[in-house]
């Protein structure tokens, strides 16, 4: 059953997150993105705010909210800085949603309490330089020796890789047999033998950080270890299968902004004696963008619901993450075209919602493995 109106609860998050990101968001976000400076400020307020473990249970420190408030919480935070939302949806629905599901008491003692509080930040690691969408491939290695694992090899494209205090990472504890063989571990960063790369110059969410991270015999107790050896595919595509909520959260807030700011630019603008809203071209892209931002949030809102009822969501999470992702392209892409030369102007912000969008269509799986997902749970 999907309910279209909201509690009075998650009316105030999102009247609490929509504050939050006019006062603390809206005023540096050209700034951060030109010059490509982490929100370190912000991501603390959210900490105090409990949004960096919005769905923890308040005995792990979280704020222990459902997933609907926690989409529409970084709707309005991706609506005015996706780059930061990003920095969001990766504590709450990557690594605090891994140790909540598969966390031993100890781990959830000593890293999601922190995480939910907002006092530390983690990150997710899965990709490697060969392995993006074939995730399964990794050349990374953790080897067994006495009570603790040594591990080596290169990870990359970890967002949050530098502001972080603990990386949840996947490698293989047992060679050639493919997925059978990867873990997950939890490596705190000032682990020795561990490097951090250098940042990476992206063509959008400028504002979070991305690297690659070096391991060379480094030495983490058993301890560290989440779930079982070779347990770590199943883990990670489940963590992930719920991140991609919070990623079509993310596209939603975006193609909202590229809407409100073709709008009011529309209203605005005059060209031959009028405003270019009474021109049928413009009025037409405004009313697609309308009724795909509408669609794309209510795919959101059915995977979040989904995954508050204890239901299967695997297929509604790639569906949403296709659809919204693909969407906040075109409404960016559109708001550009509507703005004309002032939309390809750096000033007006317009471009950064085309550039920031991109991702949205890469991370967290490709629109192409979200088809690939999408069609094998049709077929099976
Ligand atoms: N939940 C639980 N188990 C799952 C699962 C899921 N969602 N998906 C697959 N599995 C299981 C399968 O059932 C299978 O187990 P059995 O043999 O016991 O049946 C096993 O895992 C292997 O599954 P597949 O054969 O389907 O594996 P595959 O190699 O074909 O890969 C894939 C499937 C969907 C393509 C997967 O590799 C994938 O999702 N790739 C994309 C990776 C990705 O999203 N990367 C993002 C990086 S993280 C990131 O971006 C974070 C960030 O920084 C913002």
Redesign the pocket.
């Known amino acids: 059953m999907i309910e279209f109106s909201l509690t009075n609860e998650q009316e105030l998050i999102q009247k609490i997150s929509r504050e939050f990101s006019q006062e603390h968001l809206l005023p540096g976000v050209i700034e951060r993105d030109e010059k490509a400076i982490f929100p370190i400020e912000q991501v603390k307020i959210m900490g105090e705010l409990g949004f960096m473990g919005m769905m923890v249970p308040e005995k792990w420190g979280g704020s222990q909210l459902d997933t609907l408030s926690y989409v529409i919480a970084i709707e309005e935070i991706a609506a005015v800085e996706l780059a930061t939302s990003?920095v969001m949806s990766?504590n709450n629905s990557?690594v605090c949603q891994l140790f909540m599901d598969y966390g031993t008491k100890e781990q959830k003692e000593k890293y999601l309490k922190p995480l939910a509080y907002g006092k530390k930040l983690g990150a997710?690691s899965?990709?490697e330089p060969q392995s993006?969408?074939?995730?399964?491939n990794m050349k990374t290695y953790a080897k067994k020796e006495g009570n603790y694992y040594i591990i080596n090899g290169t990870k990359n494209?970890?967002?949050n890789g530098i502001n972080s205090d603990i990386v949840i990472m996947f490698c293989m504890t047992k060679k050639d047999i493919g997925?059978k063989g990867v873990t997950a571990f939890v490596i705190e960063k000032d682990t020795p033998g561990l490097t951090v790369g250098r940042k990476e110059d992206k063509l959008g969410i400028r504002a979070t950080d991305t690297c690659e991270l070096y391991f060379e015999n480094c030495k983490i107790p058993h301890k560290n270890r989440i779930g079982e050896e070779g347990q770590g595919?199943?883990i990670a595509?489940?963590v992930?299968?719920g991140?991609r909520i919070g990623i079509a959260a993310q596209a939603v807030g975006l193609s909202r902004a590229a809407l409100d700011a073709s709008v009011s630019f529309a209203k605005e603008r005059k060209q031959f004696g009028q405003t270019i809203g009474e021109f049928g071209a413009i009025q037409n892209k405004l009313a697609n963008m309308a009724v795909e931002v509408d669609a794309a949030r209510l795919l959101v809102w059915r995977a979040a619901k989904l995954k508050d009822q204890g239901k299967d969501y695997?297929r509604e999470s790639s569906m949403a993450k296709l659809y919204a992702s693909s969407t906040a392209m075109k409404c960016a892409t559109d708001c550009v075209q509507i703005h004309g030369g002032y939309g390809y102007m750096r000033e007006y912000g317009v471009e950064r919602l085309m550039r920031d969008a991109k991702i949205t269509q890469i991370?967290?799986?490709t629109s192409e493995?979200q088809q690939?997902?999408i069609g094998?749970d049709l077929l099976k």
């Open positions: 990003t990766v990557l997710y899965l990709s993006g969408s074939d995730a399964s494209w970890v967002t997925y595919f199943k595509m489940k992930l299968g991140g695997l991370y967290e799986g493995i690939l997902v094998r």
